[in-house]
């Protein structure tokens, strides 16, 4: 039996820093804490967590000083905490290389449900057989690099963007709801959350269709959600 995954969590606020470690290990997890960014910095390097939470307001070293000092040199999973939802995308996307985030406040289930699925995703569960690779005519998903050609253009996608348009792609012509895409996404879904969807893939069409008014690939489906359209020709 494998050990339990270890979690570093990095935040400055006590009580929220002694809940999550107090949920995370009833759920099963060993949990390390740090108080602040440079303390986090140096567990993350001593300990090799499976797993790191990170606050992104942080005494002494703010978090996103914390990858920047943690990558590339690291490839440990990151969940950044922040109350700022206009920093996620910058963040979490493209210039840092944090693998998802939660917003304060959020749900300790939601939390938990999101670690499960970021060490699934980064291959806790293993025992995969070949390259995992998809590809739609001009569009190439590589699921193990987690990297997505356009007619062989690196497309750069937040990790949300990408595990949307990776379960659109997986089930062409198949009509999602908004909530059975989040549900396939990241293994949970929840009401309220559901418009984010229709941003997401705003951002997706706008990274990846030539003409993200006349979309190829992802088609809109009135009043129910969305399915994929490319590279089969007959379903749009
Ligand atoms: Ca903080």
Redesign the pocket.
């Known amino acids: 039996m494998a050990a339990a995954p270890r979690i570093l969590i990095v935040?400055?606020?006590t009580k929220l820093r002694e809940a999550v470690a107090e949920y995370l290990g009833r759920e099963g997890f060993a949990t390390l804490t740090a108080p602040d960014g440079d303390t986090g910095l140096r567990m993350a390097r001593e300990q090799a967590p499976d797993l790191i939470l990170l606050?992104?307001?942080?005494p002494r070293l703010g978090g996103t000083e914390v990858i920047k000092r943690l990558r590339p040199g690291s490839t440990i999973p990151i969940i950044v905490i922040t109350a700022r939802a206009d920093e996620v995308d910058r963040v979490v996307g493209l210039e840092l290389g944090a693998d998802d985030y939660v917003t304060k406040p959020f749900s300790l289930r939601e939390l938990t449900a999101r670690i499960r699925a970021v060490l699934r995703r980064a291959g806790g569960a293993g025992g995969k057989a070949g390259p995992d690779r998809l590809e739609r005519g001009p569009l190439a998903i590589d699921f193990d690099a987690r990297t997505v050609a356009v007619d062989g253009r690196p497309i750069d996608l937040t990790p949300t963007e990408f595990a949307i348009l990776g379960v659109l792609a997986r089930h062409p012509g198949k009509v999602f709801s908004r909530l059975q895409l989040l549900e396939a996404a990241f293994g949970y879904a929840y009401e309220g959350y559901e418009r984010s969807v229709d941003t997401h893939v705003r951002n997706l069409r706008k990274k990846i269709e030539a003409d993200p008014s006349e979309p190829r690939f992802i088609g809109t489906v009135f009043g129910v959600g969305y399915k994929f359209t490319g590279g089969t020709g007959d379903v749009r």
């Open positions: 935040e400055d606020e606050d992104l307001m942080l």
